[in-house]
DNA sequence: TTGAAAGCGCTAACAC
DNA sequence: GTGTTAGCGCTTTCAA
């Protein structure tokens, strides 16, 4: 039905094995040869079958993305990273959607990746998900973004760093009552980092991080909204506030508009993330270099797969930028405008 | 080395292809034997190998999507719907991220999608784009999102409605002179589509568009900034502006601020999209149901796959919903508050 | 209901 | 440099 390597080497006049070399570009194989098996193979317009191509080599060209979301700023600009240099590659990419974690079942079984894929890109799952330690067990190459697990590659920000700067920007404007709006409850690695950067840059400053300045947003915009109104429902609201993502920090933003709270001039604003539109809401950021971070958890995995990378796994920090706007204004000068 | 088919038949003390049949749920297996071999399956920790089962059935089990982008609203929207159906189904999600079909060379080759999946998603590909024509020929089931095509199933949203209905909606509040910011100069056929809706509600209005009130924004916040900006450096610009995706509209917003005048009081701006993030920027905006036009491209390709679908191919058309919000205000009262 | 056996189309030793 | 050949692990007739 289909034309194949044997169609080829028949009307090249050469075995399939000679064909098989040669479109492959491996060595051992008469130029002249080499340049008539693929003269006929354009015309005969065969396509190696990938199926018996991966049965025999057993190597499938496939990468898998575990991520918990594809729709979101974050996670679909990783994902455009790693398919970046992936198709550079010339690797497939597999997307594995696996929602929420701290609601739903969790990484697709490891089963499911099973001669499937010959690496995986796992993108900020809780450390504490067992299904890791699961997926790792079948041995296959792997690359974190967001997580560190010993002995696997990973891309992660210095969340502590990330949350030092941003409160600590906060404090240099003049705050004192900071208030918190967090992730959720049940901390992520990554989050709990955040947390600590905001708690080292108070008790630096001297300031004593409020427990009832803090509320939890969930990542959502959402989530941001409905934490700073609780936040603006306490006896004492703070003046400022540390928020842990963009996302929730646009929902934050919507919930002093509805309030009729101008910010940056009442109530102070800065959050971690560096979103496309962040600059279009005048909020202020710590942004990471998330295309990026894609780009090099792809290109380490790469490495892996193909056997270079010969150091040791890499613990790889990238670099993060306050980027200071209208929602952070000096204390003063709030007060001579309001 | 892993363990296959034979070490499973040789434990449930079977042959493979009752292994097989009794796996996969086929007919014709006495439940007792099914039950066995299942345990011993289980017990053993079996996983088929893909590549083995693809190259005797022919099947893949897997569905590629090709797209413009990853990293951008409505696309990673559509992704998210479309990998919700896939993964209910068990097919697997591969992604082509083809770039900004006006500048990169287009499609994957059709050949790199043979017999590589058994169906593609398509989505708002310009139609004109001669590699489609490629894709088709070699026969796969193929569903597009945004785009048109005889014989192809496609779920769309009525562009030329939406352009209606977001121009009637600020000629309603009595504008008169209303520009537009489109995509580009080399129109798909949905952003010609948005336009026709746009002159359409003008001319039934009794107004003439005025060629030097379109500028292009190329579907990005940057471009919409500047094309706003060039309208705003007209002798005469307008007083409110379609817009043909949120994306854009929040650049022409950017714009606008920069100038100093008010969205919605100064200058009106409707869009097209419903994006996530149109409320926080209090943007009026068409929306449409973006996650589930992916929803419903993959089930339409589902159904083909699986041959069910005895109905001819559809052209399904999602309904648009005006929302209104604080980027649209009626003149009367705008002029109130300036 | 079950088994035997012939491939699926390619790769990789190994021999020449 | 090229050909021979033995699989890769499964599915699927066809018989039994």
């Known amino acids: 039905m289909s034309i194949t390597i044997r169609d080829v080497a028949q009307a090249a006049g050469v075995s399939t094995a000679t064909v098989s070399r040669a479109l492959r570009g491996l060595p051992h194989v008469d130029p002249e040869t080499r340049e008539r098996v693929r003269r006929v193979a354009a015309e005969l317009d065969y396509v190696v079958s990938p199926s018996a191509s991966r049965l025999a080599s057993g190597r499938t060209g496939t990468v898998a993305v575990i991520t918990p979301f594809i729709d979101r700023w974050f996670f679909s600009t990783v994902l455009s990273g790693i398919s970046d240099v992936?198709?550079?590659?010339?690797?497939?990419?597999?997307?594995?959607?696996?929602?929420?974690?701290?609601?739903?079942?969790?990484?697709?079984?490891?089963?499911?990746?099973?001669g499937r894929v010959d690496g995986v890109i796992v993108v900020t799952l809780p450390t504490d998900a067992p299904a890791i330690a699961d997926m790792l067990e079948i041995g296959l190459p792997t690359s974190f973004i967001g997580v560190r697990w010993p002995g696997v590659p990973s891309v992660c920000i210095d969340d502590a760093a990330a949350g030092r700067m941003a409160t600590q920007h906060l404090i240099n404007l003049g705050h004192k009552r900071i208030g918190i709006i967090s992730g959720r409850p049940q901390a992520s690695t990554s989050q709990a980092s955040r947390a600590l950067g905001?708690?080292?840059?108070?008790?630096?400053?001297?300031?004593?991080?409020?427990?009832?300045l803090e509320a939890y947003g969930y990542f959502t915009v959402a989530g941001g909204e409905s934490a700073m109104t609780s936040l603006?429902?306490?006896?004492?609201?703070?003046?400022?506030?540390?928020?842990?993502?963009?996302?929730?920090?646009?929902?934050?933003?919507?919930?002093?508009?509805?309030?009729?709270?101008?910010?940056?001039?009442?109530?102070?604003?800065?959050?971690?993330?560096?979103?496309?539109?962040?600059?279009?809401?005048?909020?202020?950021?710590?942004?990471?270099?998330?295309?990026?971070?894609?780009?090099?958890?792809?290109?380490?995995?790469?490495?892996?797969?193909?056997?270079?990378?010969?150091?040791?796994?890499?613990?790889?920090?990238?670099?993060?930028?306050?980027?200071?706007?209208?929602?952070?204004?000096?204390?003063?000068?709030?007060?001579?405008?309001?």
Request: hydrophobic share 40%; glycine share 8%; aromatic share 2%.
């Open 86 to 114: 992936l198709q550079e590659s010339d690797v497939d990419l597999l997307v594995y959607e696996v929602g929420d974690p701290a609601t739903s079942p969790g990484l697709p079984a490891e089963r499911r990746l099973r």
């Open 198 to 212: 905001y708690v080292t840059a108070m008790e630096g400053a001297g300031l004593t991080p409020d427990p009832s």
């Open 232 to 338: 603006l429902s306490q006896p004492n609201p703070p003046t400022a506030v540390f928020v842990m993502s963009d996302d929730m920090a646009f929902g934050a933003i919507r919930a002093l508009q509805r309030h009729g709270i101008r910010p940056g001039t009442d109530i102070a604003i800065a959050s971690i993330d560096g979103h496309e539109l962040a600059e279009l809401l005048d909020l202020t950021t710590v942004g990471q270099p998330v295309a990026q971070m894609g780009r090099m958890a792809a290109d380490a995995l790469l490495g892996r797969m193909l056997g270079r990378e010969t150091t040791a796994p890499e613990e790889m920090t990238v670099p993060t930028t306050l980027v200071v706007r209208g929602s952070t204004v000096p204390v003063d000068r709030a007060a001579l405008t309001s």
